[in-house]
């Protein structure tokens, strides 16, 4: 089932944008009193009319099925901001004041140029609002093999240009040193965490009291330093708790994003030496899904990564008054950090989301 948002009528198969977003044709079935399956029966297009009277006019298999004034339609795309872009960029139908060649004789501009540029702005900065329900599982190696298991749920939403999110996770271990660490059996295996930011960068504080922290793996030889600590080996350069006797506690983070770049910075008095830092390009375009690369930087070096993600597939949406909570489920996320085999990550990782983003929050 596919939307395609057109420029004109005329040229509707060769100017048209596809778009699957099953959510944004149930809107408009909704909106315009239509049966959803009436509309998932041919092929949906949408276009702009400007000039005096600006509207947005639905069709389906080239017959009108309905259409939105302006103001209407500004409520409906301020929903919908990939969509609202691609409506308007190189894409919009000629005004009223211009001839059947498209030249323009007036002085009139897109009605909706002013919206794309926030959707510009909205897009390069934006965090995703949502409540996230999730698993994941990795295996980290370096010069011993462990098993971590985190069931996590987070929330993050945004009242006015703030964002506020919390998190709260369970983690389990399996593997011979996280069974060797002196207060492994001590510390607590819950953990939590805050967010507090604006578009572009955010705050990030993890209270996490476990037996291993989320870069451990990143220190090389943990065999031969944890396991040799006694016999006059070398001190460790990344993790300070192999050093010591106690369980870590805080760990301070910012985030920051720009478009598909990705940086977090994490400082951790009482588990790193040193900042840990994490640069990388995320959610590229890719077949059924996202992609992505990037890098750990430590005092040992940098270790390279990249990843996949599953498309989320939209289960259903959950009425809250007049707006829509859309269902999904996220199949997973494949990823891998490593330089060699001395030193590695594999992981994996899914979740139910519920979107929260509001026209508020845009």
């Known amino acids: 089932m596919g939307i395609t948002l057109m420029a004109a009528p005329a040229t509707a198969q060769e100017m048209g944008v596809p778009v699957t ?20 029966s041919g092929r949906v297009t949408v276009w702009k009319q400007r000039g005096a009277t ?18 209407q339609a500004d409520a409906l795309l301020a929903d919908f901001p990939e969509i609202r872009s691609q409506l308007a960029s190189g894409n919009a139908g000629p005004s009223a004041s211009q001839g059947e060649g498209g030249s323009a004789q007036g002085s009139g501009s897109s009605w909706l140029s002013t919206q794309d540029k926030e959707g510009l702005w909205d897009r390069l900065g934006h965090w995703d609002e949502s409540l996230t329900l999730g698993y994941a599982m990795d295996y980290s190696y370096s010069g011993v093999l462990v ?51 604006a578009d572009f960068v955010r ?14 793996w990143t220190e090389s030889d ?14 460790t350069k990344v993790v300070k708790i192999f050093e010591n006797a106690a369980p870590p506690s805080l760990a301070h983070s910012v985030e920051t994003r720009m478009g598909a770049f990705r940086y977090t910075v994490t400082v951790a008095p009482d588990i790193y030496k040193a900042p840990i830092h994490y640069a990388a390009f995320d959610d590229l375009p890719g077949f059924l899904g996202t992609w992505g690369m990037g890098m750990v930087v430590t005092p040992e070096g940098f270790i ?15 009425s809250l008054g007049e707006q829509g909570i859309p269902l999904s489920l996220g199949l997973g996320r494949i990823s891998y950090f490593g330089s060699d085999r001395s030193q590695f990550r594999v992981a ?14 845009r």
Do not use: C, M
């Not at 990030?204 to 989320?214: G, K, V």
């Not at 899914?350 to 929260?356: A, N």
């Open 21 to 40: 977003d099953r959510q944004f044709l149930d809107l408009v079935s909704k909106k315009l009193g239509l049966e959803t399956s009436r509309l998932a």
């Open 54 to 71: 600006p509207s947005l006019i639905v069709f389906l298999d080239g017959t009108e099925a309905g259409r939105f004034e302006r103001s």
């Open 147 to 197: 098993r971590r298991g985190r069931t996590e749920a987070a929330l993050v939403k945004k009242f006015g240009f703030i964002y506020v999110g919390a998190e709260a996770s369970y983690v389990s271990f399996k593997g011979e040193l996280s069974d060797s660490v002196p207060y492994a059996a001590k510390a607590g295996r819950f953990g939590g965490g805050a967010r507090i930011g």
């Open 203 to 216: 705050y990030h504080l993890q209270w996490a009291p476990l037996p291993l922290p989320e870069f451990f």
């Open 222 to 235: 943990l065999r031969g330093k944890y396991f040799g600590r006694n016999a006059g080996t070398s001190p």
């Open 304 to 318: 390279p990564g990249g990843w996949y993600r599953f498309a989320p597939v939209a289960l259903t949406s959950i």
């Open 348 to 361: 994996w990782s899914g979740e139910l989301i519920f979107g929260l983003r509001s026209k508020e929050g």
